[in-house]
C-alpha cells in the first residue's frame, strides 16, 4: 500500500491539522502519511497570548520540534482573526475599545513575537484568516480589526510579519473560498494588496467541502482565478463532510455505503483538480488527521459524527483514499 505523502510527493506537500493530544496519540500514523502538520488551536491568539504579553509557546514549540525531527513542514496558523482572540486583546482596563495605535502596536507585538519565535523554520503562515464577508456585495466582514483600525489592517498585519521574518512566505486564509461570490471578493482583496506592494505570497483555500457542494465547476474557476494572481496556493483544511450544509439530520451513526462512494467520487475528482493547478498549489492539508477526530464531530449540528478524511476511525484507507492514491 503506497502512502499519501509518497503518492504526492511530485505534487504538494500533505499535511494533517493536529492537537496537542493527536501529535501524541497518532503519531506513528502523521509519520507515514504526511509530511507538514498545521496546529488546529495551539498557534492561535487566544492559545499563545493569553494575558498581555504573556506568552504560552509549550505546545507550539513542541509541534515545532516533532515537525523538525521528522522532516516535516510547520504551516503557522493564524495571526489575526475575529475569532479565538484572547478576550484583553481590543480592549483597555476600563472595558472600553482601545484606540487605532494601540491596537496596532498589540497586533505588531503579537506577530513580532510569534513570527520571530520560529523565524526561518515555519513554512507559511497564515498572517489573516477570514477578512472576507460571506454574504451580498459587502467586501470585508465587520469584526473589532475593522471598527477599530479600518480596513488598512490587513496590510499591516502582512507587512508586521514580513518585517518579522523577511524569508517566511505569508499567506491570506479564508473558507467559501469557492463560491464565485466570495471568490471575486478574495480575489479582489488579494489583488488590491499586490497593487499596494503589500508582501503576501500565497492564498489558503481552506475547503471545508461536502458531498453536493462546491461544484467542480466553482472549484476549478476559483483554482483558476487564484493562480492568475501569480501567487503560490495551499489548501489549508481539507475535509469533505458527508452533509449538506443545512442537513440536520443526528440520526446517522455510520457513514452508508453510499456516502463513502459519493465521497471517494468527489475526492478522486478534487485531486484531479489539484494535479492540474499543480504548478500553483503547493501543499494539500486535512484539517484532522483520520475520521477518529474531526472538528465536524458536534459542529454545527450537535450530537452529530462526520466521516470527512481518507482514512477511518482506524487510520486505514478508505474509498476515498483508493480512489486519490490509484
Ligand atoms: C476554520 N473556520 C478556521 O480557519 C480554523 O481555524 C478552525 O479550526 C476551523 C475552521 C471555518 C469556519 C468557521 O470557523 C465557522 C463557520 C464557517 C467556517
Redesign the pocket.
Known amino acids: 500500500m503506497t502512502t499519501l505523502k509518497d503518492h504526492f510527493k511530485d505534487n504538494f506537500l500533505i499535511g494533517a ?1 493536529v492537537s496537542k493530544y493527536t501529535l501524541d496519540q497518532d503519531q506513528d500514523l502523521l509519520k507515514k502519511h504526511f509530511n507538514s502538520i498545521t496546529a ?2 495551539e498557534m ?1 491568539p487566544e492559545q499563545l497570548q493569553p494575558k498581555p504579553g504573556e506568552f504560552n509557546f509549550e505546545i507550539s514549540d513542541k509541534m515545532m520540534k516533532f515537525a523538525e525531527d521528522n522532516g516535516m513542514e510547520l504551516r503557522g ?2 495571526l489575526v ?1 475575529h ?2 482572540m484572547p478576550e484583553w486583546f481590543f480592549t483597555d482596563e476600563d472595558g472600553n475599545d482601545v484606540s487605532r495605535d494601540e491596537l496596532l502596536k498589540r497586533m505588531k507585538d503579537h506577530i513580532d513575537a510569534v513570527v520571530t519565535r520560529y523565524k526561518g523554520r515555519i513554512h507559511a503562515w ?1 498572517v489573516v ?2 477578512a472576507v464577508e460571506d454574504r451580498g456585495d459587502e467586501m470585508l466582514r465587520s469584526s473589532k480589526w475593522i471598527d477599530i483600525i479600518g480596513e488598512d489592517f490587513i496590510d499591516y498585519a502582512f507587512k508586521y510579519a514580513h518585517e518579522a521574518d523577511p524569508d517566511a512566505l505569508l499567506f491570506y ?1 479564508d ?2 473560498e469557492s463560491h464565485p461570490n466570495k471568490r471575486k471578493k478574495i480575489y479582489k482583496l488579494v489583488k488590491g494588496l499586490l497593487d499596494r506592494g503589500v508582501p503576501i505570497h500565497g492564498v489558503g483555500l ?1 475547503a ?1 467541502w461536502n458531498l453536493y457542494d462546491p461544484s467542480y465547476e466553482n472549484i476549478e474557476e476559483a483554482l483558476k482565478s487564484y493562480s492568475e494572481l501569480g501567487l503560490q496556493m495551499h489548501v ?2 481539507m475535509d469533505v463532510s458527508m452533509f449538506e450544509f443545512g442537513d440536520e439530520r443526528t440520526d446517522v451513526k455510520e457513514p452508508t455505503k453510499e456516502m463513502l462512494h459519493l465521497q471517494a467520487e468527489r475526492y478522486e475528482r478534487f485531486f484531479d483538480l489539484f494535479r492540474k493547478y499543480q504548478e500553483h498549489l503547493t501543499s494539500v492539508t486535512f ?1 484532522g488527521i483520520s475520521d477518529a477526530y474531526t ?1 465536524l464531530n458536534d459542529f ?1 449540528v450537535r450530537g452529530r459524527k462526520n466521516w470527512p478524511f481518507v482514512l477511518d476511525e482506524k487510520g486505514e484507507p478508505k474509498p476515498a483514499f483508493d480512489r486519490i492514491t490509484k
Open positions: 491539522a488546529e488551536n492561535k496558523h493564524t482573526w475569532n479565538q497564515d484568516n477570514e486564509n473558507y467559501n481552506q471545508h489549508t483544511e484539517w472538528w454545527p
